[in-house]
């Protein structure tokens, strides 16, 4: 999603791009990130656009300014939008991916993409994510042709990421607001606040939207620390493979999962013990879905 349909006649010449994110702490929703670009020359003019830090804007004045962009022929923009179930897959799966990754992979994409398309990039910045210094060594380790200056507060000290932080906040809202739940249980509302931990509202809908096997619906992002609390005492879950011959459960199998962060995972070292000592089932038949039969 962006101004890519075209290649803007001024992608030969040295051009400067800006790119922060919009809702990175948020339980609710996705993680955006946002870019923005222009030719080196336009810099100046840039400055004087009312940009600045989408967090100090009211909402209406960054939907103006939005807006305003699109249409400016001198700038170029690009938005990569994480939905919470890729973000919690990441951030669960066995090589587990962290937050500052996953968020690095997504600014060095749109440099990519940037890139690819032709635009002549020679200058970044960057509202960092982590250590400022070994955040801007992997980005020239990648992109060694290319100045990159990342910084604390980014979105304050430099227009161009201002500018980013506009997109990235505003794509992330509309989002948010137009987001198509898709589950269907009963006295399900819309009525979840900022999204944020902290926020009451988003409290209140967290503990009214949560299912003691199912989790959250697919709006929220289960990998966050703030849901575990909300599934203390749910349901217990025992796998075949934790059950002895008699059908009885192993000492091991007491400490299985309780439904903490959704993750419904048993280690392979785990999994092999069991399978070695004799009890559980052989992967092969578990990978054919097989079952015992006491009868025919």
């Not at 990978?287 to 039969?293: G, I, P, Q, S, Y």
Request: neutral net charge.
């Amino acid at each position: 999603m962006g101004s890519e349909t075209m290649v803007p006649e001024w992608a030969s010449e040295p051009c400067i791009m800006g790119i922060d994110e919009a809702g990175r702490g948020p339980v609710l929703g996705p993680m955006v990130y946002g870019s923005l670009y222009c030719p080196r020359s336009y810099q100046n003019t840039l400055a004087t656009l009312s940009f600045a830090d989408s967090k100090t804007l009211k909402e209406d004045k960054r939907e103006e300014l939005f807006e305003s962009l699109k249409t400016n022929d001198s700038i170029g923009w690009a938005v990569d939008v994480i939905d919470p179930k890729e973000l919690s897959a990441k951030m669960l799966k066995k090589n587990k991916i962290n937050l500052n990754e996953i968020s690095h992979d997504s600014a060095m994409g749109l440099v990519d993409r940037a890139l690819k398309m032709g635009v002549l990039l020679t200058e970044v910045y960057i509202d960092t994510v982590g250590d400022p210094g070994k955040y801007e060594t992997k980005l020239s380790k990648k992109f060694p042709s290319i100045k990159f200056v990342v910084a604390k507060k980014a979105d304050s000290l430099y227009p161009v990421v201002s500018g980013a932080s506009i997109v990235a906040k505003v794509t992330r809202d509309r989002a948010v607001r137009e987001w198509v739940l898709d589950e269907t249980a009963d006295n399900m509302h819309r009525n979840f606040g900022s999204g944020y931990p902290g926020d009451p509202t988003t409290k209140s809908w967290l503990e009214h939207h949560k299912h003691s096997i199912f989790g959250f619906p697919t709006l929220v992002r289960f990998s966050w620390g703030t849901c575990s609390s909300y599934f203390k005492g749910g349901a217990e879950v025992l796998w075949e493979s934790d059950l002895d011959e008699d059908g009885g459960s192993n000492n091991n199998g007491k400490r299985q999962l309780k439904l903490k962060n959704m993750g419904f995972t048993t280690s392979k070292k785990r999994s092999e013990e069991i399978e070695s000592s004799g009890k559980g089932r052989s992967r092969f038949f578990q990978a054919r879905k097989l079952e015992h039969l006491s009868h025919f």
